[in-house]
């Protein structure tokens, strides 16, 4: 006698893997925010219809009264697709005179409600004004668009030595942490501006998040799969459970990819912002002298296997030489080492 259809096995493997996956679906945030993700993932944005970074910037004026309530979950300024140009470069005073509520070392609050979020913005520098300069002119209302509280730090090597921009960043880590606890980490290149104010700068609840997963050098697409470079969030339980960043990496490139390999060696996995809300500009003032090459993955140099649990903010050394206050950041001056000899 043929088995019914509910006493088949095989079926009956089926519903339980079925309900396994409905289960899970719904411990990660809903069925609804997966369905929201497909859908986005197919959304086009106009971005020939876009907006000037500081429209409506004045709406978010001092609220009456004592009590503040909540920021609203979505801002009311929010435009989406933002103009950006680097044809002219912005002084200093107009960026602070365009940014009335930014207090001194690049810390703002929204003045008309509570924040929800918390997010230090880390840039690990070397002598790039004018990187900065635009950055600063558009990050700085991109971020207050978002009706979140944050703090922008400059971290910058001492000396002419060989650029290490995971270690810096890892400076930039524990010296924000004894400012504030703040709710995520954004590890910003200097020369990378977002172009989508829907492009949120908070963390993924669970999992580290790359931001900048649409560049215009790479006609708006990843480069590699496992690329975690421009800008990334990641909270600071995700931080120190990869142990934060490599020391050992000198010079340009490589870190990237160590970064990828410690998420998933830390039992995470990369995360991304949609495509179309990810784009960025990035600034390349040396694009007109250089002949136009493929961009290629770089040569991997470390055993990261092996040195993930060794090389990080656990073995982080550094000597703090200086921390001031500017009007639109805070710059941590820092001695870090030089090249290892052999290295």
Not at 32 to 41: I, K, W
Not at 115 to 131: F, G
Not at 148 to 160: E, H, K, M, P
Not at 181 to 193: E, G, K
């Amino acid at each position: 006698m043929p088995l019914s259809r509910v006493e088949n096995p095989c079926f009956l493997l089926f519903l339980f893997v079925f309900q396994a996956v409905f289960i899970l679906i719904l411990y990660r945030g809903g069925a609804s925010s997966v369905l929201r993700g497909f859908a986005e993932s197919r959304r086009v944005v106009d971005y020939s219809k876009s907006h000037d970074v500081y429209t409506n910037l004045s709406l978010l004026a001092p609220a009456g009264g004592t009590a503040l309530p909540y920021c609203s979950v979505r801002s009311p300024i929010a435009v989406g697709p933002l103009t950006i140009t680097f044809d002219v470069l912005p002084s200093e005073r107009m960026i602070i005179q365009k940014n009335p509520f930014v207090q001194s070392g690049g810390h703002y609050r929204p003045p008309h409600c509570l924040a929800r979020y918390k997010s230090a913005i880390l840039v690990a520098y070397s002598n790039q004004e004018k990187y900065l300069r635009h950055l600063l002119y558009y990050i700085h209302p991109f971020l207050q668009r978002q009706q979140l509280s944050y703090r922008i730090y400059l971290i910058q090597q001492v000396g002419n030595g060989t650029f290490n921009r995971a270690k810096l960043l890892n400076v930039g880590v524990r010296e924000a942490l004894k400012d504030e606890d703040w709710d995520c980490l954004l590890l910003h290149d200097v020369n990378l501006v977002p172009e989508n104010d829907y492009n949120l700068y908070v963390c993924d609840e669970y999992y580290p998040k790359h931001v900048a997963s649409a560049m215009d050098k790479f006609q708006y697409n990843l480069p590699y799969k496992s690329f975690f470079g421009g800008v990334s969030a990641l909270t600071p339980e995700h931080y120190m459970k990869m142990n934060g960043f490599p020391n050992t990496y000198w010079g340009d490139g490589g870190e990237d990819d160590d970064i990828a390999t410690r998420i998933q060696l830390a039992g995470m996995r990369i995360v991304r912002t949609p495509l179309h809300l990810g784009r960025y500009k990035v600034m390349d003032y040396n694009r007109e002298t250089e002949t136009e090459e493929p961009w290629r993955r770089p040569a991997s140099r470390h055993n990261t296997g092996k040195t993930w649990k060794d090389d990080g903010m656990n073995s982080l050394e550094f000597k703090l030489l200086s921390r001031t206050k500017h009007p639109l950041y805070t710059n941590i001056t820092v001695d870090i080492g030089y090249v290892p000899p052999f290295s």
